[in-house]
């Protein structure tokens, strides 16, 4: 069974463009989160998508967004990049909407701002 | 305060040892808790998940969570080389303003040296 699959792996942007992460969740998972993972913060919440709705959002501002698909791949969106976005950005997805239903994660996407 | 400590290391052990790590918590809210582990360059990798008080063993790993306390721990025996890695501590609470929401620690770098 496939898993979580992120594209791209690595990225190199410039400060004031945007960026679109995409995720492809395991074969029948619905839930799928997104994590921004920094040696700072650690692993951040970014949001959460379950049947396309945008369900949970953590503390980031308005510049990430993202969405999901009717086949539950979902996008992440960075506008106007800034030099503290550099980052890993992860995916997790999960079976139901349950909060307890275990979370597996993508290998990421690595981020660069230049 | 972090709602999530986790003492990051680094912890470097003789192959064959014992290895305890440990995370404390705040948020009495918190029903699930989940061990990963995550090599470098690599996504997390779920190695436990329980959610109520008490021992779960799997393999050479076990997870001790103790809901009074507000502690867990993960527990690895005969440590071996291949388990070099930065160990994440993850807990959820159930529903609500918490889908699809995982709360990490900071991470423990594990070192085991042949």
């Known amino acids: 069974k496939a898993g979580v699959t992120q594209t791209p792996r690595y990225l190199i942007k410039t400060r004031g463009q945007q960026v679109t992460l995409s995720c492809s969740p395991i074969?029948?998972?619905?839930?799928v989160s997104w994590y921004q993972q920094t040696p700072g913060q650690g692993l951040q919440f970014l949001f959460e998508?379950?049947?396309?709705?945008?369900?949970n959002k953590g503390n980031f501002p308005g510049r990430f967004s993202g969405r999901q698909f009717s086949n539950s791949r979902s996008e992440m969106n960075v506008s106007t990049l800034e030099l503290g976005d550099s980052a890993l950005y992860l995916c997790?997805?999960?079976?139901?909407?349950?909060?307890?239903?275990?979370?597996?994660f993508g290998d990421g996407t690595r981020l660069s701002i230049l | 305060q972090k709602e999530v400590e986790q003492d990051p290391g680094p912890l470097s052990v003789p192959e064959g040892a014992i290895v305890s790590l440990n995370c404390t918590y705040s948020?009495?809210?918190?029903?699930?808790f989940m061990w990963y582990r995550q090599y470098s360059r690599k996504g997390p990798e779920l190695l436990m998940y329980?959610?109520?008080?008490g021992n779960k063993e799997d393999g050479r790993f076990t997870a001790q969570v103790d809901k009074s306390s507000k502690y867990i721990s993960l527990f690895i025996r005969d440590s071996q080389p291949s388990d070099s890695a930065t160990y994440l501590c993850?807990?959820?609470?159930?529903?609500?303003?918490?889908?699809?929401?995982?709360?990490f620690g900071q991470g423990t770098i594990l070192t085991v040296h042949p």
């Open positions: 997790a997805s999960s079976l139901t909407a349950d909060s307890n239903q275990p979370q597996h």
């Open positions: 948020n009495s809210a918190f029903q699930y």
């Open positions: 329980t959610y109520s008080s």
């Open positions: 998508y379950f049947s396309e709705t945008q369900r």
């Open positions: 074969s029948g998972h619905r839930s």
């Open positions: 993850a807990m959820s609470a159930a529903g609500g303003t918490s889908y699809g929401k995982l709360t």
